[in-house]
């Protein structure tokens, strides 16, 4: 992202790179505070996402309509691995940009052998139309705070 230029995608679609968060943390960390002041049940801080990219834990992908930080994660039983999609932020809010991505996601999933591609989202109204697009839903989870 260091020589993009932030702009909302129409039909363009941009490749995101692989990025070293150390280069633009001054620009992710705005992005991360800002989904973790709308996202309060979240417990990690930015340092968290830092940290774990710099020790390639996690992967930032960057493009001129936002950001997007990685996982593998691998069942312990089946060892099946799952891309999982840990954050994602557009510049553009409510602009969906990540709808672009689909085909790039998936063949990141490939490359990296993954089997799975998950995500999660407090945004109900992303269900419908993440079933019309082949996702189905996998797990729902309730929470409660024990009482003192």
């Given at each position: 992202?260091?020589?993009?230029?932030?702009?909302?995608?129409?039909?363009?679609?941009?490749?995101?790179?692989?990025?070293?968060?150390?280069?633009?943390?001054?620009?992710?960390?705005?992005?991360?505070?800002?989904?973790?002041?709308?996202?309060?049940s979240?417990?990690?801080?930015?340092?968290?996402?830092?940290?774990?990219?710099?020790?390639?834990?996690?992967?930032?992908?960057?493009?001129?309509?936002?950001?997007?930080?990685?996982?593998?994660?691998?069942?312990?039983?089946?060892?099946?691995?799952?891309l999982?999609?840990?954050?994602?932020?557009?510049?553009?809010?409510?602009?969906?940009?990540?709808?672009?991505?689909?085909?790039?996601?998936?063949?990141?999933?490939?490359?990296?052998?993954c089997?799975?591609?998950?995500?999660?989202?407090?945004?109900?109204?992303?269900?419908?139309?993440?079933?019309?697009?082949?996702?189905?839903?996998?797990?729902?989870?309730?929470?409660?705070?024990?009482?003192?």
């Amino acid at each position: 992202m260091e020589d993009t230029e932030r702009r909302s995608t129409t039909n363009d679609f941009v490749e995101p790179v692989l990025t070293d968060i150390r280069s633009t943390w001054n620009i992710i960390k705005p992005g991360l505070e800002s989904i973790l002041a709308d996202n309060p049940s979240l417990t990690f801080i930015p340092e968290d996402v830092y940290s774990d990219c710099v020790n390639e834990k996690a992967f930032l992908f960057t493009s001129p309509v936002g950001f997007l930080v990685l996982t593998i994660q691998t069942d312990r039983y089946t060892k099946d691995k799952t891309l999982y999609m840990w954050i994602a932020y557009t510049y553009n809010k409510g602009g969906h940009e990540w709808l672009a991505h689909e085909a790039w996601i998936e063949e990141v999933a490939k490359r990296s052998g993954c089997k799975y591609i998950e995500a999660q989202s407090h945004v109900r109204e992303l269900e419908p139309y993440a079933l019309k697009r082949g996702w189905s839903l996998d797990t729902i989870v309730y929470r409660r705070k024990v009482n003192e």
